[in-house]
């Protein structure tokens, strides 16, 4: 690929964002940045929110889990999928109608009204935590294929990379906000689809046959399998395990997630945000099945040219699109992996900038004082170069293994979250709000410790995803054992 070409095109792509942040930041105040001004087309958002649930790592992971050893092999992750279609019945049913009836600027408001400020400021500290290792986990990610392939052949080294990475975040959202995020989430979710569509085009071109022989070459090549249903709780593709915790990571890192929850939060009306939670169901599982297919239709197109497959799975699609398949599709590849990194690290920004505002500085989406957008601004900016630190933190510790761990200890934050929302839902006890605090530290930590010792505690038995629910089990009982019924 012609580095100047590929340059020219991640140029026009973020030149088109910049034009979105121009129209939907004029005249942005809190209420435009925090809320979008609850004016949002509840289509758009459920469009937009599929980049943002497809993440830069979600792009290249998803097509290698095909032919995988293990987890998710075949198209075992759909039986995920078909469980995050009853999470997100959940969230559509018990948690919007809350937000909305509270009329929350942030989600973890709830904590506050229903325990007291402790609880409150903790639930959403876990989330600043976990979205900052986790936005900056992706950002990593992007800006390793960003630098070496769009700006290494420039001279520019990996720190100005990243800088100028989180730089074009801050540029196109420290106006608009979550207003823009809405828009820009679009944009970016038509490139990721449209990358993804057209390498799978473009393989069938290249091994001479026709989008509808698609069905038949899959089940044929044995990629075809999608329900697993012999086998034990031991095997980790059984369609039970799968599908109940695909429900569970919808509800903990959809509906309980600041970030997801606030584009819903957007839509003019609690009817419209339904509307969007469902439309955005049914083509977040249509988008996941065209990702397997492209999975599928990769480890065939490999087979067929006899290329090894990579040891990690994760870099067979940047390998086939960037070294083998036409120059098109290695350039609409970066383009997909950039737009799919951006839409999630863009509102993971706006998200984190609204919870510290809101939550820890005392923001009001009615407060539009110079001094107050002055203080959004220089929080927008110490959250961009947080993520930076910890972006060159990752690339300086040069280990895989850390910084995977510290990507999957920041998912057990999420535990608290759960076990806190739970209790506050499903009981009317009062707790000692000032306990909260150490009852989420220890949650995670006795999880972990569960995970860790699985083999002499409990035969070896698998969690996966289901550590979630343990974490939040373990929550509610320490909760429980702090509380008293209600006067």
Same mark, same amino acid.
């Given at each position: 690929?012609?580095?100047?070409?590929?340059?020219?095109?991640?140029?026009?792509?973020?030149?088109?964002?910049?034009?979105?942040?121009?129209?939907?930041?004029?005249?942005?105040d809190?209420s435009?940045?925090?809320?979008?001004n609850?004016?949002?087309?509840w289509?758009?958002?459920?469009?937009g *929110?599929?980049?943002?649930?497809?993440?830069?790592?979600?792009?290249?992971?998803?097509p290698?889990?095909v032919?995988?050893?293990?987890?998710?092999?075949?198209?075992?992750?759909?039986?995920? %999928?078909?469980g995050?279609?009853?999470?997100?019945v959940?969230?559509?049913?018990?948690l919007?109608?809350?937000?909305?009836?509270?009329?929350l600027t942030?989600i973890?408001?709830?904590?506050?009204q229903?325990?007291?400020?402790?609880?409150?400021?903790?639930?959403?500290?876990?989330?600043?935590l976990?979205?900052?290792?986790?936005s900056a986990?992706?950002l990593?990610?992007?800006?390793?294929?960003?630098?070496?392939? !769009?700006?290494m052949?420039?001279?520019?080294?990996f720190f100005w990379?990243?800088?100028? =990475?989180i730089?074009?975040?801050?540029?196109y959202?420290?106006r608009?906000?979550?207003?823009?995020?809405v828009?820009t989430?679009?944009?970016?979710?038509?490139?990721?689809?449209l990358?993804?569509?057209?390498?799978v085009?473009s393989?069938?071109?290249?091994?001479?046959f026709?989008?509808?022989?698609i069905?038949?070459?899959?089940?044929?090549?044995?990629y075809?399998q999608?329900?697993?249903?012999?086998?034990?709780?031991?095997?980790?593709?059984?369609f039970?395990?799968?599908?109940?915790?695909?429900?569970?990571?919808t509800?903990?890192m959809?509906?309980?997630?600041?970030?997801?929850?606030?584009?819903?939060?957007?839509?003019?009306?609690?009817?419209?945000?339904?509307k969007?939670?469902?439309?955005?169901?049914?083509?977040?599982?249509?988008?996941?099945?065209?990702?397997?297919?492209l999975?599928? *239709?990769?480890?065939?197109?490999?087979?067929e040219?006899? %290329?090894?497959?990579?040891e990690?799975?994760?870099?067979?699609?940047p390998?086939?699109?960037i070294?083998?398949?036409?120059?098109?599709?290695?350039?609409?590849?970066?383009?997909?992996?950039?737009?799919?990194?951006?839409?999630s690290a863009?509102?993971?920004l706006?998200?984190?900038?609204t919870?510290?505002? !809101?939550?820890?500085l005392?923001?009001?989406?009615?407060?539009?004082?110079?001094?107050?957008k002055?203080?959004?601004?220089?929080?927008?900016?110490?959250l961009?170069l947080?993520?930076?630190?910890?972006?060159?933190?990752?690339?300086?510790?040069?280990?895989?293994? %850390?910084?995977?761990?510290?990507?999957?200890?920041?998912?057990? =934050?999420?535990?608290?979250?759960?076990?806190?929302?739970?209790?506050?839902?499903?009981?009317n006890?009062k707790?000692?709000d000032?306990w %909260?605090?150490?009852?989420?530290?220890?949650a995670p930590?006795?999880?972990?410790?569960i995970?860790?010792?699985?083999?002499?505690l409990?035969?070896?038995?698998?969690?996966?995803?289901?550590?979630l629910?343990?974490?939040?089990?373990?929550?509610?009982l320490?909760?429980?054992?702090?509380?008293?019924p209600?006067?």
């Amino acid at each position: 690929m012609n580095p100047i070409l590929v340059l020219g095109l991640v140029g026009a792509y973020f030149v088109l964002l910049l034009i979105v942040s121009y129209f939907t930041g004029k005249k942005a105040d809190n209420s435009t940045f925090f809320l979008a001004n609850r004016n949002s087309p509840w289509f758009v958002v459920a469009f937009g *929110m599929i980049g943002a649930t497809l993440s830069g790592v979600t792009f290249i992971s998803i097509p290698g889990v095909v032919g995988g050893d293990g987890l998710n092999q075949a198209l075992s992750y759909m039986q995920l %999928v078909f469980g995050y279609i009853l999470g997100y019945v959940v969230i559509a049913q018990i948690l919007l109608p809350l937000y909305y009836r509270l009329q929350l600027t942030t989600i973890y408001g709830y904590l506050g009204q229903r325990f007291g400020p402790v609880s409150y400021k903790t639930g959403s500290a876990f989330f600043l935590l976990s979205r900052s290792i986790g936005s900056a986990f992706r950002l990593f990610l992007v800006a390793i294929v960003l630098h070496q392939f !769009v700006l290494m052949p420039f001279g520019i080294n990996f720190f100005w990379t990243v800088v100028f =990475t989180i730089l074009l975040i801050y540029v196109y959202t420290f106006r608009g906000g979550i207003k823009t995020i809405v828009y820009t989430d679009t944009l970016q979710t038509l490139c990721i689809l449209l990358a993804v569509l057209f390498t799978v085009y473009s393989i069938t071109e290249e091994m001479s046959f026709s989008l509808t022989d698609i069905p038949n070459e899959i089940r044929d090549s044995g990629y075809g399998q999608m329900f697993f249903f012999e086998g034990g709780w031991a095997d980790p593709n059984i369609f039970f395990k799968q599908f109940f915790s695909g429900a569970l990571i919808t509800i903990v890192m959809t509906g309980l997630d600041q970030d997801m929850m606030q584009k819903n939060l957007t839509c003019r009306s609690l009817r419209d945000a339904k509307k969007n939670m469902y439309t955005f169901t049914v083509i977040l599982v249509l988008a996941n099945l065209l990702f397997l297919t492209l999975g599928a *239709m990769l480890y065939i197109y490999a087979a067929e040219l006899g %290329v090894a497959i990579p040891e990690r799975t994760d870099e067979l699609y940047p390998m086939l699109a960037i070294e083998y398949l036409p120059p098109a599709v290695g350039i609409l590849f970066i383009l997909g992996l950039i737009a799919a990194a951006y839409s999630s690290a863009d509102s993971g920004l706006t998200a984190l900038t609204t919870a510290f505002c !809101v939550d820890f500085l005392g923001f009001k989406t009615s407060d539009n004082g110079p001094d107050v957008k002055r203080k959004r601004f220089v929080v927008h900016i110490g959250l961009s170069l947080l993520l930076l630190g910890i972006i060159i933190l990752f690339h300086s510790l040069n280990n895989e293994a %850390v910084i995977n761990g510290l990507f999957i200890a920041a998912g057990y =934050t999420y535990g608290p979250l759960l076990g806190l929302f739970t209790f506050g839902l499903f009981t009317n006890r009062k707790i000692i709000d000032k306990w %909260v605090v150490y009852i989420c530290l220890a949650a995670p930590i006795l999880s972990f410790l569960i995970h860790y010792f699985r083999a002499e505690l409990l035969w070896g038995f698998e969690f996966g995803f289901l550590i979630l629910a343990v974490n939040g089990l373990l929550t509610f009982l320490g909760l429980w054992m702090i509380s008293k019924p209600k006067d």
